[in-house]
């Protein structure tokens, strides 16, 4: 029988996305330990190979060394070592997949794949075998009240969005770079679906609905697809949608917003927090406050439910003004430009509803923070130049 051969590097990559895919429900102390550990390889492995950053993870690390920085300054309760963990560990992960990305594409997405199909299916079980909750934790709304919040393997239901997505996307570049089954990203689509009404979580819903979409047509539309638009008029028109809404400038959005969302006009009380978080970015517009913890956040929104800004674009503001902004506006224009790189329309249509479904769920959540999101941006930026060697596999 022949021994069973694996890569030094592979064994690495394979430990590094478990424990930075672990779900929070199964973490403990050993985890982040290893985390930890599997951090300072990576920083090792990334200088020994003499590692040079593509420019989205140049803006990336510019990012979240912009945060850090202002955190510190305005020394919030933020402002400690787990901080700059949590964020060396974000810059490394995202270095290593790429480098991984770059050398053996096929290796570095079958080990994406693998891993977060276990988590998530995981996951996705939890939700259909306890669909009011695996578990539940105390929500106060005030002095006054408080409620039960369904909780599952990947936490309440606005957590998990990204890493379905993910699974997704790495699902079905193993179909068109690799020659799989179209089996799993069909699946996949449908289950991410499934199980974002499920949760009832509404832009969730949306977001997957609209990224499984365009996964489904690309494989299953027999026709040549002729149809593109401009990455950077999706980019524009989401950012002006953002900033009518933020506006309220929301009577044409009434059907959309109460319709699809399934929302009132004060999009489930968040309007109230924008009009606080407002305030806040006035006082420090340009360079902003930093990041506040839970504690801190609850008092300067005025809200026991609320630690954030509930819109990435505030968030944004709030934390490092107007030069965060445009650091996260050059993240999203240039992945718009990678996108537009892609010749092939079918292969576009995909990247394209990704990106629109994360600039939706921008519009009522903040998405910066989790490894999936970033993760979902790498791909993004970095897939586009194997579609280019690529044959069409649909002709």
């Not at 004060?266 to 006035?282: C, D, E, G, P, Y």
């Amino acid at each position: 029988m022949p021994a069973l051969k694996i890569k030094i590097s592979t064994l690495f990559m394979i430990i590094y996305c478990f424990v930075m895919f672990v779900p929070t429900y199964f973490s403990n102390a050993g985890i982040k330990l290893l985390s930890n550990v599997m951090m300072v390889i990576a920083a090792l492995f990334l200088l020994r190979r003499k590692y040079k950053p593509n420019k989205f993870i140049v803006l990336t690390s510019i990012y979240l060394l912009y945060l850090m920085i202002m955190t510190y300054i305005n020394r919030t309760n933020a402002a400690d070592i787990h901080l700059i963990i949590s964020y060396c560990k974000i810059f490394f992960f995202l270095g290593v997949f790429d480098y991984m990305l770059k050398n053996n594409q096929a290796n570095a997405v079958n080990i994406m794949f693998y891993i977060l199909l276990l988590f998530v299916s995981l996951d996705f079980f939890s939700i259909i075998l306890f669909p009011n909750g695996l578990y539940h934790t105390s929500l106060t709304w005030n002095e006054w009240s408080t409620s039960q919040e369904a909780q599952w393997i990947y936490g309440n239901k606005n957590n998990r969005i990204y890493w379905y997505i993910m699974l997704l996307m790495t699902a079905w570049e193993r179909y068109v770079l690799n020659g799989k089954s179209k089996i799993w990203p069909t699946l996949i689509s449908i289950g991410t679906i499934i199980a974002m009404m499920i949760v009832k979580s509404s832009t969730a819903t949306t977001v997957a609905i609209v990224v499984g979409t365009g996964i489904l047509i690309s494989i299953y539309k027999k026709k040549e697809i002729r149809f593109s638009i401009n990455s950077y008029l999706l980019v524009g028109i989401c950012t002006m949608v953002t900033i009518l809404v933020l506006a309220g400038s929301t009577g044409f959005l009434k059907i959309v917003v109460e319709g699809i969302f399934h929302k009132d006009m004060t999009f489930s009380n968040r309007s109230q927090v924008w009009q606080q978080v407002i305030l806040l970015i006035a006082q420090k517009p340009f360079w902003g406050w930093g990041i506040v913890d839970d504690k801190a956040a609850t008092g300067l929104l005025g809200s026991l439910t609320y630690v954030n800004a509930h819109n990435q674009l505030l968030n944004c503001l709030w934390q490092g003004g107007i030069v965060l902004i445009c650091i996260l506006g050059g993240i999203i224009l240039c992945t718009a430009r990678n996108i537009n790189a892609i010749a092939s329309d079918r292969y576009k249509l995909v990247f394209e509803c990704v990106l629109v479904g994360l600039m939706i769920d921008m519009m009522f959540e903040v998405i910066m923070g989790t490894t999936a999101t970033w993760g979902c941006l790498l791909l993004l930026n970095s897939i586009h130049l194997f579609l280019e060697k690529q044959e069409d596999l649909f002709y």
